[in-house]
């Protein structure tokens, strides 16, 4: 009966963590400024935004991995601007 009983609570536990990794990631929540990743990065176009996330879990994640994700995004967005006179698709000047 114990054996079944920490079978089950374990599959809770498990259930529950994966959960959190999925709506919200400690890498993505833990900055010390209280605000999620997601908060600052859905306002932006998708480049920038995936270049921010990269660099806001650099330190609690993959580091210098994330920091090279980081670069690669934001060489794309400067050679889309480049190619568009300096302007992002909705116009904005860079």
Not at 1 to 6: D, K, S, T
Not at 28 to 39: A, F, M
Not at 44 to 66: H, P, S, V
Request: proline fraction near 3%; aromatic fraction near 8%.
């Amino acid at each position: 009966m114990e054996l079944e009983y920490n079978k089950m609570i374990s599959e809770v536990d498990i259930k529950d963590m994966r959960e959190d990794m999925i709506n919200s990631p400690p890498h993505y929540t833990k900055h010390p400024s209280g605000i999620e990743c997601i908060q600052i990065t859905e306002h932006m176009d998708f480049l920038l935004g995936n270049a921010l996330k990269y660099i806001w879990r650099a330190d609690l994640k993959n580091g210098t991995e994330d920091l090279k994700k980081a670069l690669w995004y934001i060489q794309r967005a400067l050679e889309k601007r480049s190619k568009n006179n300096g302007t992002a698709l909705n116009g904005k000047l860079y």
